[in-house]
């Protein structure tokens, strides 16, 4: 028992040695240079006087943004560019305060100067650009189709019609579903962890929103869903900022296209989508 | 301002989701909290214990938190409804321990001299009950009852938690879609005020009607 109880920690600390050489050979050299400063009275400025970043995450979306119950550390991509954010205007990862943006309130946390900046899986839409900026995006993605595992009724989409479908208030498949599938029954929850109880108790026979909180959920609840059909549509996933606050739009631009060419968006994404979906995905252009 | 047509049907259907619920849930809560009344007078010890546990139970339990347990909860015993007919189901359980409480003040201020000279005069407990003592009771307490009735309104909005397409929800969906919740939910504050003003008077009316018959 004796030397299990040293070599174990040991052990640990071997591998966590390991793995940061190995992570720090592998990040660009920005990450040990100082920071850029910036002109007085800029956001960015008011971040680093702050010392900390204030952003709007969601806490109840695996993969995006996520609280994990057994540690309450923060998980997610939306999470990940956080701290990428936080790293490159205060010089360090651990500078984000997080605040728990609902679909509902992102843009009056914008609006009032609540949050600096929103990483909640925003999606672009036409409403949403009339009242804030959007940076990115981060993230191009498909509404998709989640069943029951032991379901074979449904293999596309047109087979969605004249079944109960499940998806949040908010979604974009909310929007797309009548059009798509005018006949499916459309059910509307607040939270995804809802439909997915609502689908495994029958109450609907499939879940429709975007790809990666599908995996999300498939991954929660192990074994019980599989994905069926092709995309239904695309989904951008932007960075949300106050409107009119250009300097800090381009700014946040400028940090997306400098973490996506030194490969820090591709380390992000591999932890968390990339980790249930193995793919070599390529960074989306930066078009907002 | 245009937005807002678009969702001119959702609204309305809404104000209906909305209207119903309040029409199934106060029908439903007005029986059970009659009948839980009539056991917690009642000289039967049991009756009189399983009213007064259900009360504390029910009453004590928020109604999103009975809402929730309801629509996924039961289903994990095999018992699966509507999410409409959950709501108002649910609404009734909720409710009909505070109409049953309303109710036993107004029974309270019945004199029990009144129940011994309907004894005396020959009626048994459940003539006596159904036709002096309970139009009394409710003679009393007709303006507190309306009380229960706007607060139940108002936690029809509770529906729209396990999707039940009520005013709420529409107003919330609306809200989202277009990402303008000061207007809409605005909209939505009148509503419930104009429907929660509509109910007020008529509750005053009915009091007075009541007030002169007693």
Request: hydrophobic fraction near 45%.
């Amino acid at each position: 028992m004796k030397t299990i109880r040293i070599i174990a920690p040991l052990a640990i600390a071997a591998t966590l040695a390991l793995g940061t050489t190995g992570c720090g050979s592998s990040t660009a050299p920005a990450a040990s240079s100082p920071v850029e400063s910036f002109p007085a009275g800029t956001t960015m400025a008011k971040i680093q006087q702050r010392g900390k970043i204030v952003v709007g995450v969601k806490y109840d979306q695996p993969m995006f943004g996520v609280k994990n119950p057994v540690t309450g550390d923060m998980e997610g991509l939306d999470v990940e560019m956080a701290k990428l954010l936080a790293k490159d205007l205060t010089g360090s990862a651990d500078n984000v305060e997080y605040v728990e943006a609902v679909t509902a309130n992102r843009e009056a946390f914008l609006q009032q100067g609540k949050v600096d900046a929103i990483l909640a899986s925003y999606a672009v839409t036409d409403e949403r650009k009339k009242v804030v900026a959007f940076e990115g995006p981060y993230l191009e993605s498909g509404v998709s189709t989640m069943i029951r595992n032991d379901d074979s009724s449904i293999s596309n989409k047109d087979d969605l019609n004249g079944k109960p479908v499940c998806t949040t208030t908010g979604a974009r498949a909310a929007q797309l579903l009548p059009t798509l599938a005018p006949q499916a029954k459309l059910t509307l929850f607040g939270t995804y962890s809802e439909c997915a109880q609502a689908l495994k108790q029958k109450r609907v026979d499939a879940v429709v929103t975007n790809e990666s909180l599908l995996l999300g959920l498939m991954d929660q609840n192990k074994g019980d869903f599989k994905l069926v059909g092709d995309y239904m549509a695309s989904e951008e996933y932007a960075i949300g900022s106050a409107k009119d606050d250009t300097a800090w739009h381009d700014y946040l631009d400028g940090f997306l296209k400098k973490i996506e060419d030194s490969g820090e968006w591709k380390k992000a994404y591999d932890n968390t989508i990339g980790a249930v979906k193995p793919s070599d995905v390529t960074p989306p252009h930066i078009t907002l | 301002m245009s937005f807002i047509s678009g969702y001119i049907a959702d609204f309305s259907s809404g104000v209906m989701i909305t209207l119903e619920l309040t029409v199934l849930g106060w029908g439903g809560a007005l029986v059970l909290g009659t009948i839980l009344t009539a056991m917690r007078v009642s000289p039967i010890r049991t009756l009189n214990a399983a009213a007064a546990a259900y009360v504390t139970v029910f009453r004590n339990i928020p109604l999103p938190v009975q809402m929730v347990l309801f629509v996924f909860g039961l289903p994990l015993l095999g018992i699966q409804y509507s999410l409409f007919a959950s709501a108002a189901v649910v609404l009734v359980i909720y409710t009909a321990p505070f109409i049953s409480e309303t109710l036993r003040s107004g029974l309270n201020t019945i004199s029990t001299g009144e129940l011994e000279a309907l004894r005396a005069l020959g009626f048994g407990p459940r003539p006596a009950m159904q036709h002096l003592i309970l139009p009394q009771a409710f003679g009393t307490v007709i303006q507190p009852l309306g009380n229960v009735l706007i607060t139940m309104i108002k936690n029809t909005s509770v529906a729209a938690l396990v999707g039940v397409a009520d005013l709420t929800f529409a107003t919330n969906k609306a809200a989202v879609d277009e990402a303008q919740p000061f207007l809409i939910f605005g909209g939505a504050a009148i509503s419930y005020l104009v429907i929660g003003l509509l109910v007020g008077r008529l509750v005053s009316t009915l009091d007075r009607k009541a007030a002169f018959s007693r």
